[in-house]
């Protein structure tokens, strides 16, 4: 019975518009976190369908030995399909020319997953093709093909063995994007390989054995190998998907979390403020109820009713919008990542509906136990004491589910935890300046017309109730000023970090007698560009213990780390792009010194410290340094960028080549193609393309951004109307009083705009300190980007915030003014 008419009463109260902004700040919030729920869902499991098609098959085995027959062995005991590849470099042997190549042999079957292309002819596109090439012949990249100016229907020498050039390749699905994989590619049968001789003791080879078939057998598999890992084995499966494009769609979740966390804390705001307005507009309704013999348990769940109802109605709603709305993220998004997107899962859906209870029970739940325990005696005495205790506990309960909700809706617990933490301290901070600033005002009502003295007098009448107003526009018009002004900000700085001139030619192989010539030959065709000396190099020891795979049993890329050599450099100048985050860069006095500056995400993979002695294994020889600081680098700016550099005279004594990047205009290709000719010994590598699609991903994930945010825009508008609605049933009835003693309205109107407006721009200018402070703070820890703002814009929110209270005052002070006071003095406060 009480089920039924909690939903008879809901019906009523939407209708007569009581809980309608409660309503709308539930379902937008439902919307938001479904939306963006649906599309990472869609896209996780198209990523991982993906990541299989890019890899060739659904698990890699890669070691840098002859795998145990055993492994294929247990594998087709399993069911599954196998393919071999091995992987190494050598010189490919044309008519006239030679070329360092890697030479990748396939066995019949490959790819698993994905597809190969190849064309006959040149400048024509890629076609399909079954398999890889057959025996005794062979398929050139076109960067291989134009090295060594043979088309298809020549021949090549790998090796002791000449073979004929079938086709030119055009797409490997499994070879993925890595800047220093730079050698051209040629493809072979793997039958062929004993005839060439290549296969000698000490030989850089990479073994791969690639597996698909059922998941639940491709999983199983997996942990059989797991079990059974060697010395320079490793595994790599779909959590390696789409490497070149992974970092910014990483950004891009982390963009999406900020927006739908910031729309979960302001319906937490609105649905407060919708709450409290609730219960003091239904107090003597339900002390009429408690005199017609209703308990306060009859009244507590009737309203848990109606409160449930609400919930389930706001999350269907929501869901159904958010299903909606994703489809729009798809449209924005889908072209990126070049996906057949599959259908979603139902799990946002129950995300959706925890969102609406947690909200809804977390900030309804107080008011809900003041409006249960409303005296009978309130029938004739309209006077509500002060929270109860567990009201106050309530609230407490509320901001801790909220808390653990934001961190879940974030998907990242450092975005979800300086998002709680910004909100906290903004909450704490805001309600004390908000009192300090009531008491200053109090002392400035003297002197001046009615209106003025008036507005002030009630804005400190009503401290309280005053002070809540302004805590909640500020937190209000904070987040809309981190979705709008900051937003652009953030969004600004990370298409800037990719900017149309960044470089997109790396040219290494520079040995130090071309160091100059190729410089001033740069120079000439007018490109500014630094060559940097590079030395390649083993990390063997760690603060005096040697490390290798095995010392990082549980991190897949520390054991890759290890199991590499890196790009060493040295400077004496910080270089561009980077940022000293601990320790300090080297002094000029250093120089000789054995110190190093290492990147601050390799030192945190491998537990490096400052003051850690590093020992690096160049050539043969051992080369100590001691970590003197750690730097931040921007990866994405497409710069020459090293794991570690040294002061200079450290490792200068090392075999080195140099390496540069820069910029070339369309305009200046004749200009590569020269120095390509001139010193024929240089690598040359266009990442134009992958430029391209680096600043396409920033761009359509930006717009698929700022569609979120209109969520959270909706639901900062219901926070501002709130509020100030809040404020307007307050002072209804003291109007009515002050009219009856003979205020005239022009009289009222004034001070209550006055009210009002000093309200909003209190509260913006602390909306836009609260906001500088915290895009501050996300910017660096959460995005890596470094945001600077003007003083217009504490000024801007100042002026916007009063004018704003003022708007919607001017509109609402009108109905309460026109109201007869007699009415209002008859229906009470």
Known sequence: MIAGLAWRTLGRELRSGELRLLFAALAIAVAAVTAVGFFADR?????????????????????????????????????????????????????????????????????????????????QAGAPAEGGPAAGSVWLDERLSAALQVAPGGSVTVGAQSLKVAAILTREPDRGVNFFSLAPRLMMHVDDIPATGLIQPGARIRYSLLAAGETKAVAGYQAWLTQRLERGERLEDTRNARPEIRGALDRAERFLGLSTVLTVVLAAVAAAMAARRYMQRHLDACAVMRCLGMTQGGLLRLHGWLFLWLALLAAVVGSIVGYAAHFVLIHWLSALLVLDLPASGWLPLVGGLGVAGVLLFGFAFPPLMQLASVPTLRVIRRELGPPQASSLGGYVLGLVLLAGLIIWVAGDVRLGAYAVGGFVVALGSFWAIARLIIAAIARLRGGAG?????????????????????????????????????????????QQSVPADAPNRFVINIQPDQRQPVADMLRASGIEAELLPMIRGRLVRIAGKEVSPASFPEDERAQRLIEREFNLSWRGDLPAGNRVTAGRWFAPEEAGQGLASVEEGLAKTLGIQLGDELVFMVAGVEKRVKTSNLRKLSWDSMRVNFFVLTPPGVIEDAPASYITSFHLPAERVDAASELVRRFPGLTMIDVGAILRQLQAVIGQVAG??????????????????????????????????????????????????????????????????????????????????????????????????????VL????AVRQLLATPPLLVLRNGA
Not at 46 to 75: F, K, N, S, V
């Open 43 to 123: 896209v996780r499991l198209a990523l991982e369908r993906e990541a299989q098609q890019m890899m060739g098959g659904d698990l890699i085995l890669i070691a840098d030995h002859t795998l145990p027959a055993t492994y294929a062995a247990e594998a087709r005991r399993r069911g599954l399909k196998l393919a071999e590849t091995l992987i190494f470099p050598s010189m490919v042997i044309g008519p006239e020319q030679a070329q360092l190549a890697d030479i990748k042999a396939v066995s019949p079957g490959y790819p698993l997953r994905g597809r190969v292309e190849i064309s006959v002819k040149e400048d």
């Open 450 to 494: 009615f209106g003025w003295r008036q507005g002030l007098a009630s804005l400190t009448r009503h401290a309280s109730s005053s002070a809540v107003q302004i805590v909640a526009l500020a937190i209000g018009l904070m987040a809309m000023l981190l979705l709008t002004v900051i937003r652009a900000e953030l969004l600004d700085a990370w």
């Open 704 to 805: 698929a951004v700022q569609f979120v945010f209109v969520f959270a825009l909706l639901a900062g508008g219901i926070v501002l109307y709130s509020a100030l609605l809040t404020s307007f049933d307050e002072r209804r009835y003291e109007l009515a009083v002050m009219r009856s003693l003979g205020a005239q309205r022009a009289q009222l109107r004034q001070a209550m705009l006055i009210e009002l407006g000093v309200i909003g721009s209190v509260a913006g200018l602390m909306a836009a300190i609260g906001a500088m402070l915290l895009g501050r703070i996300v910017g660096q820890q959460a995005f890596q980007l470094d945001l600077s703002f003007g003083l217009w814009l504490p000024a801007l929110s100042t002026v916007g915030g009063g004018l704003l209270a």
């Open 808 to 811: 919607i005052g001017w509109l």
